[in-house]
């Protein structure tokens, strides 16, 4: 996604806090920003959405910068089972339907 | 609950053969998405339905491939005289109204 900047790669060490940055410094004021993830062969998994509040839910949290230029996904206690392709992307909730993912960030969760 | 499912999960066919890819979304979700995913490539939109609205055909890549959603529920994507450039992962999603997709596991095609 053009609107979104994320690390091409990071790795994380079992059991310790995954926190991925997305840069979104152009986010209009009615678009959301969306986070999924692909582990390896499998299809894409929601994880978190969100506005302009934090959110929280059994997978991850979602923290958004006051001036929502910029967000990161929490995973609290990272497994193996969490190794994937991590997208962030911007959307307008019900009229923007055609989901596209930019390079995202490859994590690696590490025993 | 039941997530999307899809079947087959692979699907092996010659060069000019049809094939029919299916689709089952979760219960009571209003929207349904197809997609592909080439080896190493992003996700590629190809149609849209939501409701009893007209679908949304407009990321079908040629006239052999069409879809169809019966009662509001299951969804068959058939491609005609498949080509080579056909193999690809075939992704269905569906989600209430037009908000967060939930993905099925895909149908992974390969055309010899």
């Known amino acids: 996604d053009a609107k979104t900047t994320q690390p091409p790669s990071m790795d994380c060490a079992e059991g310790r806090a995954a926190n991925l940055p997305c840069n979104h410094s152009?986010?209009?004021?009615?678009?959301?920003v969306y986070w999924y993830r692909q582990i390896h062969s499998q299809g894409p998994q929601y994880i978190i959405h969100?506005?302009?509040n934090n959110e929280t839910n059994e997978m991850a949290s979602l923290i958004i910068t006051e001036d929502r230029k910029s967000s990161t996904l929490i995973l609290p206690h990272a497994t193996l089972r969490d190794t994937a392709v991590y997208y962030c992307?911007?959307?307008?909730?019900?009229?923007?339907?055609?989901?596209?993912f930019g390079a995202g960030t490859t994590v690696t969760v590490r025993a | 609950g039941a997530g999307v499912s899809q079947s087959p999960s692979n699907k092996v066919t010659e060069k000019g053969k049809d094939v029919e890819l299916r689709c089952d979304p979760i219960?009571?979700?209003?929207?349904l998405y197809w997609y592909r995913q080439s080896l190493g490539q992003g996700l590629e939109f190809l149609i849209y339905?939501?409701?009893?609205?007209?679908?949304?055909k407009s990321g079908l890549p040629s006239d052999r491939f069409s879809a169809e959603r019966t009662g509001g529920s299951v969804s068959t994507l058939t491609i005609q005289r498949t080509q080579q450039e056909d193999s690809a992962v075939y992704l269905c999603?569906?989600?209430?109204?037009?908000?967060?997709?939930?993905f099925g596991p895909g149908t992974r095609l390969t055309v010899t």
């Open positions: 999603a569906s989600s209430l109204l037009s908000r967060e997709q939930y």
């Open positions: 152009t986010i209009s004021g009615n678009e959301y």
């Open positions: 969100g506005l302009k």
């Open positions: 992307i911007v959307r307008v909730d019900r009229n923007d339907y055609k989901l596209s």
């Open positions: 219960s009571g979700h209003t929207a």
């Open positions: 339905f939501q409701g009893n609205s007209a679908p949304d």
